[in-house]
Structures are given as structure tokens and as C-alpha cells.
């Protein structure tokens, strides 16, 4: 039901970060990351961190999804100049629609007047998308060449 989300979502505690930077790292790999704009320490709660966003005019809105003390997900809102708005989600892999079906309409009741855009590894958390209206807009394949 709607009311237990509500209790299961809060503000992204500190503590949360080295297992929402785990997360950040596995979703966004190196090897996809490199063409983003994304930069996982931007999320960072260190007090540089804030300063550094603070200087730069950077708004970022987070939020976590907790089963009693466990830490389920977290999703970072990043209002942008550009079309979009972004969402960046951190989530156990175990537990993603979980906690997406939590932390999403959070990110939709934070929402200003433009599109939300998540860049997210194909094929994981799909049907939790599409139930908060989310849809497939491009899929990026990776290829190598082996030498």
C-alpha cells in the first residue's frame, strides 16, 4: 500500500554512501559511465562535496528506501538546465522494484515541469518503470572487437 512506501522512504543518510557508491559503481561501470555526465562523488555527502555543489549552483535531492534498518535503494534527482532532469538510482539488485516502487514517485512529487530521464543498465527494473510511466527511449549496446 501507498502508506507503507511512505514509511519505508526517507533522506539518504550518510552512512548510506559507501553502499549507494557500491551500487553507483555496478549500475555505472567505467565502461559505460565515460560518455555520461555523471560523476558518482558529485552524490557524495562530504561536506567538500556540498561546498563544491553549493559553488557550482548544483541541486541534488536524495532519497532511500530502507526495509526496517536495511538500506534497499537509493535515488539521487538531478535538476538540470538541459531537457531532461536526471535520475540517478542505486539499488541491491535483490531488491530493485522494490525499493524503485518506493523512491520513483518521490522523484515525480519532486518533479519540475520537464521530462525525467534515468539511465539505467538495460533489461533490470523494467516492469517498475513502465508502472510509474517510464519509457524505453534509447538502448545503448556495447561491442568490442577483441584484437
Known sequence: SRRSLRRLRSRR???????????????YPPQVNWNLTFNPTTLSPHPFRALVRWFNGQEIHQWAARQGNELLGVLAYEPTHAYADWLWLACDPQREAEALGCLLPAARLAQRARPL???????????????NLFVIHHTLIWMEYPL
Open 117 to 131: 530521464t534515468i539511465n539505467y543498465p538495460a533489461g533490470r527494473a523494467v516492469d517498475v518503470l513502465a508502472e
Open 13 to 27: 543518510r550518510a552512512a548510506d554512501w559507501p553502499q549507494q557508491l557500491a551500487w553507483l559503481k555496478q549500475a
